[in-house]
């Protein structure tokens, strides 16, 4: 397991939209840690409050930039004609959803940075298992 790596980070501005609402640009941030090697994290940012984040798989991430992927509160494809240099998250909750068009390049380029850190099939040797058991359970010994 490796201590100390810097989490790599992508920021870019994300297009959002909910079905009854305009598309504002919002500055998004990509995270990626060690210590969670089968996540990554979208962070959109808001002036009238804290960041709102999302966290998700990354082998979601790098199959919806070829392909629809995923179920349920999570679904990412490419971009479609118009939007083709975008790639589109669809986050929902109990309260409803919201369209997310970022760059592709730019989410290829993050993703490429992630798999050159950690690649596929290797995310297991980097967790701390006996961490994430004290984390579930509440133990601090």
Avoid: K
Wanted: aromatic share 4%.
């Amino acid at each position: 397991m490796q201590q100390g790596l810097s989490p790599i980070t992508c920021t870019m501005t994300a297009y959002v939209s909910t079905p009854n609402g305009p598309r504002l640009p919002l500055p998004s941030e990509l995270r990626y840690e060690v210590s969670d090697p089968y996540a990554v994290r979208l962070s959109l940012m808001s002036s009238v409050g804290p960041p709102v984040t999302w966290v998700f798989a990354r082998d979601l991430l790098a199959e919806g930039t070829l392909r629809p992927a995923g179920t349920g509160d999570v679904l990412v494809a490419p971009g479609e004609r118009r939007r083709s240099h975008s790639l589109r998250i669809a986050l929902g909750n109990s309260t409803g959803t919201a369209l997310i068009d970022l760059d592709a390049a730019n989410v290829a380029l993050f993703l490429q940075r992630t798999f050159a850190l950690i690649p596929v099939g290797t995310e297991g040797d980097h967790l701390d298992v006996d961490r994430a058991i004290l984390a579930l359970t509440g133990n601090s010994h």
